[in-house]
């Protein structure tokens, strides 16, 4: 490959970079000419990450706007004692807790790492708060991000809990997801899903696997695997 080619195929890449860039919700409306006029302001910082490489690790700062732009990522969230762990599937285009940016914690509060290879673009609280917040539109898709988690989160909180064993158990899995839809992985002994539940460990042990016996989960040792959760949830 000549070195023509070598630029004209970087041009490319970084165009297409910057046109999913702008289809991202945090950019979504903002005009062309402002976008311009946001890249000779801001600093971009692209970083491309191999398989198995953390993007993010649970309780580091938050200090950066932090988007996948091609590739898939694991999230990972524990609870502060491991009582259990959830592992999901993360495709981008996504957005990393934006809601970690500001408040009393602004640390990330899951780990992600790299699946496949995967293309980050990130860009400075500094620069967000002194250059991106001066553009209405990014003002407002920002506030209806975090309005929409703070609404969805707030909703969890008072949905009616579920009497039989069965839909308590698909009502655990199902609220702890990031997002509705894909394969989750959850780390949880049986005994421990037991005392959640108030129950006992072999009602636990009963009830999952009647959902293996319909397709809807795989048992492994100390493991739940979710192939789909919204045929789960159906």
Known sequence: ?????????ETTSMNTMFSTIL??????????????????KV???FVKYKPGEFIARSGEPC????????GTCTLVAS????FYTVCEQIEAPYLLEPQS????????ASSYRALTEVHTVSIGKNTVVNDLLKYEIFRLNYLNILSSRAQNYYARLWEHPEKSLRDRLIHFFVQRCEKPQGEK???????????????????????????????????RRSEVLIPDIEKLRA
């Open 1 to 9: 490959m000549t070195k023509f080619e070598r630029n004209n195929l």
């Open 23 to 40: 289809q991202l919700p945090l950019f979504q409306g903002i005009s062309r000419e402002d976008f311009s006029e946001i890249l000779d």
């Open 43 to 45: 600093k971009l910082h």
């Open 63 to 70: 200090n950066q706007l932090c988007f996948v732009l091609q």
């Open 79 to 82: 609870t502060e004692s491991n």
């Open 101 to 108: 940016l500001f408040g009393m914690n602004v640390c990330y």
């Open 185 to 219: 992985l959850f780390k949880a002994k049986m005994e421990d899903l037991a005392l959640y539940m108030s129950t006992t460990r072999l009602n636990v042990s009963r009830t999952l696997n009647e959902l293996q016996s319909e397709g809807l989960i795989e048992l």
